[in-house]
Nanobody, 115 residues
Framework: QVQLVESGGGLVQPGNSLRLSCAASGITFSIYHMGWYRQAPGKQREPVAS???????NYADSVKGRFTISRDNAKNTVYLQMNSLKPEDTAVYYC?????????WGQGTQVTVSS
């Protein structure tokens, strides 16, 4: 059974940081493309960042220079370091794992940026 379990969300003030984690089980983690998506209220889910099995990263323009995605294949975990958070970063953040036609999602973790 595949499971992706996100953690690390919460309420933070603008300008502060959070680190999200996504622990995977039931898959050969090292061969999967891993990504973070987010969905704000009333909006569609959008990609935030991704990382290939080889470690190549890609970011949405809105988070470039502020967010960093990384992976630890020994721990079957992908991370999203979020710095200089803005109110518009408020959303539910989802972890995604993809390999060929197989794709899996986590349950999401809420990030709220507010003063």
């Amino acid at each position: 059974q595949v499971q992706l379990v996100e953690s690390g969300g919460g309420l933070v003030q603008p300008g502060n940081s959070l680190r999200l984690s996504c622990a995977a089980s039931g898959i050969t983690f090292s061969i999967y493309h891993m990504g973070w998506y987010r969905q704000a209220p009333g909006k569609q889910r959008e990609p935030v960042a991704s990382i290939t099995p080889g470690g190549t990263t890609n970011y949405a323009d809105s988070v470039k220079g502020r967010f960093t995605i990384s992976r630890d294949n020994a721990k079957n975990t992908v991370y999203l370091q979020m710095n200089s958070l803005k109110p518009e970063d408020t959303a539910v953040y989802y972890c995604n794992a993809q390999f060929l036609s197989a794709t899996y999602w986590g349950q999401g973790t809420q990030v709220t940026v507010s003063s």
